[in-house]
């Protein structure tokens, strides 16, 4: 009999990231580059006249800034099974890698597991606020921290055991498909296990958060077998490995925030 029906992930990395399925695959040989939205708050000013013959230069910074995501990761999963009474395992392998994608470039993202670079928990991530911060004041940071740098909406990225403790507080709010903060950055609740800039894991009665600029997911197509080529007829049974390939990166940075869970 069919299995239940099921409901898809919610509010993880593609609820909040510009999910692009690139039709030239030759970018997944190298990663990607983009230029990002990037600014420094307040902009630069001056009082002194044009006509002012001693009025300092304007300055400007050299070149133009680069964002990049890579190495490329490659996901993968499948089914290895007898072919008896059933002709989908192929199909079933799709299936199955859709239900671990997010999940499992949530992990990478936040960790720089398998290679990810950018990654959040990286001992370059600028740390506000210093020790542990009021929960509320710690979303309260990184908005700010997003505004100053990007002058768009970023990300924020918590741990998915805090959605029960940021919905109690109010903290987030639906809008559409999403969850936000309360100056609408959008909020990735990762699957992770919340290590914080050094790599260590939080101190007990403490959570790690993030922020980011604008997130961005490439991702392949997916890559396997027809299931001719997946059949052993030696042995009547099917080894089929389905695989996609993806870049997860974002613009200005990342910041950190260490956060107290109590209230």
Known sequence: ?????????????????????????????????WEPNLVDAPASATTTAASDPAR???TLPEGVAVAQAGPVVRLYTGIQADLVGRDDHVERARARLGLVEQQSL???????????????????????GGAAVPLAHGIGLLEEWISDKTGVLGVIWAPRHMAGVLTERSLVRPDSARLIAPLGDPVIFAHTTGVGPTGAAPAAGTAWLYATG???????????????QAHDRTTNSVFAIVERFYTVGWSGGAAAVQVQLSA
């Open 106 to 128: 949530e992990q990478y993202a936040w960790t720089g597991a398998a290679g990810n670079r950018p990654r959040l928990a990286d001992a370059a991530t600028q740390v506000l």
């Open 56 to 58: 300092p230069a304007k």
């Open 214 to 228: 604008p997130v961005m997911v490439r991702r392949s197509a997916i890559v396997g077998p027809r299931l001719e």
């Open 1 to 33: 009999m069919p299995a239940p029906a099921t409901t898809p992930y919610r509010h993880g990395l593609f609820s909040a990231a510009a999910l692009v399925d690139p039709a030239d695959q030759r970018e997944f040989n190298a990663g990607v580059l």
